[in-house]
């Protein structure tokens, strides 16, 4: 197969874009076509985690852009349609000609099997959660491994002979052929999801994949990622200046960080303290960059005129568009005394990108705006080092940088910040005191129980407009209530509500009530997403 990718190579040069993305890269990649399943994302990362790059591509991408990318191996993702289905999507027989393997996992499997021959049909019974898997011919996928194994089904048509041609390596509950493969073509097809935990030597399978198929060189890391990026954002930059809107998040620090490990003084950093951040969290923010890591830094006090225009605004979603608006005449104003720079760094993740679309045509589910809800008609280049990197991997470059550890595990934190937890209520410097201290008291009793890194995210909300009677010190009290909010979560899309212990939600409720005079309730969200959401405007 190696010989067929060397021989391929003057074709794969007709595609100018990807060829320029193979030319910059240092490590081999194998792409992910995404056929719309839940766990096509998973793939890509499971992928990375074995030592091999990997992306995430709608099914439909061009050709010539694969091509020119010069993959080691394609894998085509789950689905939820039947093969059969009118408006499927289809599988191009031009990828099974690429002269490079291909894996199809479930409804990619399927789509192998329809396009060459193969009978699928939809079977009497569903097969969905865990399956037994029983190989009868071990190939290359399954070399080496048990011969009944666990597996996780999700899928209702079923392949019920392979192509001509192929070898049927297993079969599962349901599935008179969940594996198959034809070596010669390097054709694989499995009907499991090897990507889910709940497919116990499904990282075994896709290892065997990519090593011992795809032949790649399993060394890839997030922190090789610094030394690639590094020589892309001087080449991009070359003598430019640079200016970075930092939020203190995990993910502007670390871009930060890299491009001033590439370019050092170009870049100038911009903090707008707009006086919504957690408590001591601007303090935090400036010690590191401006003292530790002597990174040109203006931080802006900002507070005041972010109040002044907060006046009376009670809706969220006119809160969300009052900060980013003002965020950016702040930006600019402080762009226009550094010389109006013509570069501007963002810390776009490789989910913003999936979940806007990707920019080649899969499904936008959200738009992400990195640097206060900037605007299109702004003048600047943008440089977005952390583009190809999921949150855990842009934490572990943020490790190999030398951020301090508070900011590489620092929780995620709304753009608005605290504006959007004061719930059906005007902004004032009062609530924001109130809601500051209280978060402040939640974060320190989680810290002390040793359980801020098991917590996707913990915060705590102010319905401004609830008011409850309590009884403190033998008088009765009018005064507002916190909720506590903490979930359990992989990448945010799901979570779950945190079950906290239950002395923890003790000593915080006290403290709450007996340090803050304006607070005589506590409670507990205990809502899921979905149904709920993470944050609750």
Excluded at 16 to 33: C, K, P, S, T
Excluded at 122 to 132: K, L
Excluded at 199 to 207: E, F
Excluded at 375 to 391: A, S
Aim: hydrophobic share 40%.
């Amino acid at each position: 197969m190696t010989d067929a990718i060397a021989q391929g190579t003057a074709v794969r040069d007709s595609g100018a874009a990807g060829n320029a993305i193979a030319a910059e890269r240092r490590h081999d990649e194998v792409l992910v076509l995404d056929f719309g399943g839940q766990y096509s994302q998973l793939i890509a990362r499971r992928v990375r985690e074995c030592g091999v790059f990997s992306e995430l591509l709608p099914h439909h991408v061009g050709i010539d852009e694969i091509r020119g990318r010069r993959p080691r191996g394609l894998i085509l993702s789950g689905g939820p349609a039947s093969v059969y289905a009118e408006n499927a999507p289809r599988l191009r027989p031009e990828l099974l000609e690429l002269g490079i393997p291909v894996l199809g996992i479930c409804y990619g499997m399927q789509a192998i099997a329809l396009e060459l021959g193969g009978r699928i049909e939809s079977a009497p019974v569903g097969e969905f959660g865990r399956s037994e898997l029983t190989v009868t011919e071990p190939g290359r996928l399954f070399a080496g491994l048990p011969t009944a194994q666990t597996c996780w089904m999700s899928h209702r048509d079923t392949v019920y002979e392979a192509p001509p041609g192929f070898t049927a390596l297993a079969s599962s509950t349901e599935s008179p052929v969940a594996a198959f493969e034809d070596g010669v073509r390097g054709l694989y097809g499995i009907q499991f999801h090897p990507e889910v935990v709940h497919t116990p030597y499904g990282t075994d399978v896709l290892r065997r994949f990519l090593d011992d198929v795809c032949g790649c060189d399993m060394r890839w890391s997030a922190e090789s990622v610094i030394d690639e990026q590094v020589e892309r954002i001087r080449a991009q930059v070359g003598d430019g200046r640079v200016i970075c809107g930092l939020s203190g998040g995990v993910d502007s620090s670390v871009a930060a960080l890299l491009v001033h490990r590439a370019i050092g003084d170009q870049l100038t950093c911009v903090f707008v303290d707009h006086g919504l951040m957690r408590k001591n969290e601007a303090d935090q923010v400036i010690a590191a960059f401006r003292d530790t890591f002597h990174v040109p830094l203006v931080a802006v006090d900002a507070q005041e005129r972010f109040l002044a225009r907060l006046a009376g605004v009670t809706e969220p979603e006119r809160k969300r568009k009052i900060i980013g608006e003002e965020f950016i005449r702040v930006f600019e104003e402080e762009a226009a005394k550094l010389g109006n720079p013509k570069f501007l760094v963002q810390g776009t993740l490789y989910s913003d990108v999936i979940e806007s679309g990707g920019g080649t045509g899969a499904a936008t589910i959200k738009s992400h705006h990195n640097v206060g809800g900037l605007p299109d008609d702004l003048k600047f280049e943008l440089v977005e080092p952390l583009r190809t990197l999921f949150k855990d991997e842009v934490r572990v470059v943020g490790q190999e940088l030398g951020l301090p550890e508070r900011l590489v595990w620092r929780q995620p934190f709304p753009g608005p910040g605290l504006a959007i937890r004061i719930v059906s209520g005007e902004v004032t410097a009062e609530r924001l005191a109130i809601l500051r201290d209280a978060d402040f008291i939640l974060q320190e009793e989680i810290r002390a129980a040793g359980l801020y890194r098991e917590l996707w995210q913990s915060f705590c909300v102010l319905p401004a407009d609830l008011r409850s009677v309590g009884v403190q010190g033998d008088e009765r009290t009018y005064g507002y209530a916190i909720v506590i909010r903490a979930v359990t979560s992989d990448d945010a899309m799901t979570a779950d509500w945190a079950r906290l212990p239950y002395d923890l939600l003790e000593r915080v409720a006290s403290r709450m009530i007996n340090e803050i005079q304006q607070v005589n309730r506590v409670t507990l969200d205990i809502t899921s997403k979905p149904p709920g959401t993470i944050e609750w405007e």
